[in-house]
């Protein structure tokens, strides 16, 4: 097992390496002079020739690219052409937000919609099915800007009960992940309430049945766990998803995140930036992949023996 | 009193979008204790359906008993409640099914799905009590202890049917039905299985319902043979009167003749023409009367009773010179 966990941790090396590669080409590509953008419209040609050079911009870009990935490997990610602070403080300042966003939203959507899902799959073409379906198809149709606003104008100005701007403590973050928890929960509602459908027609759960068990205990003991694997996925899904897309969350919310800070930086031109970031969001989500996978074989045993073998 | 079970005119229907299915069609037999009857009969004859019955685990809301009653050690099983049921089930009567290989869950070590029985129903063994009586059990159907912390998929069909069949026994029920316990195995690992049940039946005095439409195996294990057809059981008797008595219903003779005989110089099989009626749709008089060899203008006309001569029951006008019953 930890075997298979060093490998796949080895794993992630080319992944990271492939999406740097890719964002640093792209940036490369697109039109935009990074030094023009830092002196301004009106800056002579000379200036601008000069800042080129000593920001290295004049050199191969094969050669910039290599000179990158070795300052990262030591953690020197560079400083941000727009502010001259190293990105590394900025994104570390930045990331906790956008990290904790993400828990509470799924973990939101998780504690509230696994159940339901549940109830509806038990009691299904019952009223609270249909209802729970109902209302999943609506979370599913409210464009998250909108219901972020309409959240903050109830909740922040009209009730007053929580800050309408930025997280100064954790009530700042109620609302934004009640905002991301409503759009996955009604996938978290359908996916529960379909893999549980599948495994209550499973012929051991009838064998279960045929043992004398309760209602109850075949949910908890006998169902739960094998409808555990596609929830898990689509957790992790999730996860990635939030984790670069929760921006109109943290404008509508003004909360320093990774999402708004990656669009600035994209529209500035500012390479260390963006490619920091989208550095550190990508091992964020490799390494909440690799949890989910080792999950996996923790839930099904048949997954485990796999590993077991593959890393023999 | 004497019959541990008693199947009194069971109707069973599954109610489904377009169709209601009648699956089972006025049952009756009894069954008594220490026996072992043999239910035979085509895919779709009702064998299942009338085994799901005993147990109370039709499929919810699709399939229900319609009428009839089902006496099982004096408890009528159609008006138990689920909480009562839910007491018989396992202890009193338990059921081996017929996929050893989906039976199990993947994600529970079988010792626990073993324990999970005792665990219900002998409130009074403690856990470690439970566990050496689980070692027993695993001792008893041929498996090493030491394999209750292995997962199913460790293990190869016919040992899985073993653990199957260790749930099923281990509180030690007067009634097992075992629903086609073989069909999914091969054939020597078949005969290895049904020999353990026929210990196990002798040293726990168990009576058995085997469900199969094997007819080796029934000759084999059976006191009594019950033939259904459309959801009717179409000749009962003893072992003997089945297989040695010369009078039988046209479609028992039929599925004899199914049966390739090496003995003799023939390439050919002779199934029975026809196929099995839509059991949403069933013919008129006799359910067999449109593939049978025999069949008359009343046939199609008139149901024909249950004629009985000593042990030996058929539905057949053929035989209405027996003794009428019901």
């Known amino acids: 097992m930890f075997k298979y966990i060093g490998k796949r941790i080895l794993m992630m090396i080319p992944v990271v390496l492939g999406i740097s590669f890719i964002i640093f080409t792209i940036l490369a590509l697109t039109p935009g002079d990074p030094a023009q953008m830092i002196l301004g419209e009106n800056a002579s040609l000379e200036a601008i020739e000069e800042l080129r050079e000593e920001m290295g911009l004049n050199e191969n870009f094969l050669f910039r690219y290599v000179k990158y990935i070795g300052g990262a490997v030591t953690f020197h990610f560079g400083d941000s052409y727009r502010t001259g602070l190293p990105v590394v403080e900025e994104i570390l300042t930045r990331l906790p937000n956008t990290l904790a966003l ?81 759009g996955s929960m009604a996938t978290m509602i359908r996916m529960t309430r379909s893999t549980m459908l599948e495994v209550i027609r499973e012929d051991y759960i009838r064998t279960a049945r045929a043992k004398g068990a309760g209602e109850g205990r075949i949910i908890r003991r006998h169902e739960l766990r094998n409808a555990l694997l596609p929830i898990i996925t689509i957790i992790g899904i999730n996860f990635g998803l939030q984790m670069g897309g929760a921006m109109i969350c943290e404008t509508v919310f003004s909360i320093p995140g990774m999402g708004s800070l990656m669009i600035t930086s994209v529209r500035q031109k500012d390479v260390p930036m963006v490619m920091a970031s989208v550095l550190f969001v990508a091992v964020a989500i490799s390494l909440i992949n690799l949890l989910i996978d080792i999950l996996y074989a923790f839930i099904d045993p048949r997954i485990k023996s796999q590993y077991v073998k593959a890393s023999r | 009193m004497e019959h541990l079970l008693e199947i009194k005119n069971l109707h069973v229907i599954y109610r489904g979008d377009e169709a209601t299915v009648h699956a089972v069609n006025g049952l009756d037999f009894t069954l008594d204790r220490g026996a072992t009857l043999g239910l035979v009969g085509e895919t779709g004859a009702g064998k299942t359906t009338t085994a799901l019955s005993v147990m109370r685990l039709l499929p919810d809301r699709i399939g229900t008993i319609e009428e009839g009653q089902i006496l099982l050690d004096g408890i009528d099983i159609t008006k138990a409640s689920e909480g009562d049921m839910r007491v018989l089930r396992g202890s009193l009567v338990s059921m081996i099914f017929q996929d050893p290989m989906t039976s199990l869950n993947p994600t529970i070590r079988v010792g626990e799905q073993v324990g999970e029985v005792l665990e219900l129903h002998r409130k009074d063994l403690s856990k470690e009590e439970i566990e050496k009586k689980v070692d027993e059990i695993f001792q008893l159907v041929g498996l090493p202890a030491e394999r209750k912390m292995d997962y199913p998929h460790q293990f190869s069909g016919g040992m899985r049917q073993r653990i199957v069949i260790a749930i099923a026994l281990a509180c030690e029920p007067k009634l097992l039905l075992a629903d086609e316990p073989t069909t999914a195995l091969d054939v020597t690992i078949q005969a290895q299985v049904l020999d353990l049940m026929q210990e196990l039946k002798e040293k726990l005095n168990t009576s058995t319902i085997l469900i199969t439409h094997d007819l080796g195996i029934v000759a084999e294990t059976c006191d009594q043979v019950a033939i259904m057809y459309a959801g009717e059981i179409i000749e009962i008797g003893l072992a003997e009167d089945i297989f040695e008595a010369e009078d039988h219903h046209p479609y028992t003779v039929g599925l004899f003749g199914s049966i390739p005989d090496l003995s003799k110089k023939e390439r050919r099989l002779h199934p029975i023409d026809g196929m099995m009626p839509d059991p949403s749709d069933l013919p008129s008089g006799c359910k067999f009367h449109t593939r049978c060899p025999r069949a008359a203008e009343q046939c199609s006309l008139q149901a024909q009773p249950l004629y009985q001569r000593g042990t030996h029951g058929i539905r057949c006008r053929l035989y209405a010179d027996w003794e009428k019953q019901q």
């Open chain 1, 102 to 182: 993400a828990f509470f939203g799924i973990g939101l959507s998780v504690v509230i919609g696994v159940p339901i899902g549940i109830i509806s799959a038990v009691k299904q073409y019952s009223v609270f099915d249909t209802v729970s379906l109902g209302l999943a198809l609506i979370m599913t149709s409210i464009p998250a800007f909108w219901l972020g606003l309409m959240l903050l104008l109830l909740f922040a100005l009209k009730l007053g009960w929580f800050p309408a701007i930025g997280i100064t403590d954790w009530t700042g973050f109620i609302l934004p992940s009640v905002t991301l928890a409503i």
